[in-house]
T-cell receptor, first 113, second 111 residues
Framework: DQQVKQNSPSLSVQEGRISILNCDYT??????FLWYKKYPAEGPTFLIS?????DKNEDGRFTVFLNKSAKHLSLHIVPSQPGDSAVYFC????????????FGEGTQLTVNP | DSGVTQTPKHLITATGQRVTLRCSPR?????VYWYQQSLDQGLQFLIQ???????AKGNILERFSAQQFPDLHSELNLSSLELGDSALYFC??????????FGPGTRLTVL
């Protein structure tokens, strides 16, 4: 049972344009959502998070949007840079099940110069 | 650099053997989590410790065990290793927030 899904295994965008990565979840108990970026042979790096009481959180070039009714979140990167090329993971946690994170399968973002 | 350290970086061993993976959390973080990333699967939660006590358990095999010591470092013990245990093992730590910071991982290869 895949509770967090990232349906796009890969995404390719031009430098300077917007990158939009999507994530869907099924567990309505999830109340905290995070995005991580991962380079090969490294651990996931925390990017940005959002609580279920908000619908948007912004940090520099990164913005996360949460649509609770659709059980959908997205990460916007503007403007995209070649250094953003990595695998992006969406993760979610529920207070009722402790702080364990449930991860999506990841989306490989490639930003072309 | 997340501040979470893991050793060793790589580990190659044979089936049936036992190994220990070590993790040091960020300074001040009381929670430590272990995750497994296999080739055909995403990151899977194994177990969480908080200030020395087991807090939550995920899909951790009975052949695997973990502990957190008084200095808050944690060890993940994997025994009777099988080929399918080959994976990346990540440790993460957190303070009072829900945000977890990950270490660089240990790549385990079972031959």
């Amino acid at each position: 049972d895949q509770q967090v899904k990232q349906n796009s295994p890969s995404l390719s965008v031009q430098e300077g344009r917007i990158s939009i990565l999507n994530c869907d979840y099924t567990n309505s108990m999830f109340d905290y959502f995070l995005w991580y970026k991962k380079y090969p042979a490294e651990g996931p790096t925390f990017l940005i998070s959002i609580s279920s009481i908000k619908d948007k959180n912004e940090d520099g070039r990164f913005t996360v949007f949460l649509n609770k009714s659709a059980k959908h979140l997205s990460l916007h990167i503007v403007p995209s840079q070649p250094g953003d090329s990595a695998v992006y993971f969406c993760a979610a946690s529920a207070e009722t099940s402790g702080s364990r994170l449930t991860f999506g399968e990841g989306t490989q973002l490639t930003v072309n110069p | 650099d997340s501040g979470v350290t893991q050793t060793p970086k790589h580990l190659i061993t044979a089936t049936g053997q036992r190994v220990t993976l070590r993790c040091s959390p960020r300074s001040g973080d009381l929670s430590v989590y272990w995750y497994q990333q296999s080739l055909d699967q995403g990151l899977q939660f194994l177990i969480q410790y908080y200030n020395g006590e087991e807090r939550a358990k995920g899909n951790i095999l009975e052949r695997f065990s973990a502990q957190q010591f008084p200095d808050l470092h944690s060890e993940l013990n994997l025994s009777s290793l099988e080929l399918g245990d080959s994976a990346l093992y990540f440790c993460a730590s957190s303070a009072n927030t829900d945000t977890q910071y990950f270490g660089p991982g240990t790549r385990l290869t079972v031959l």
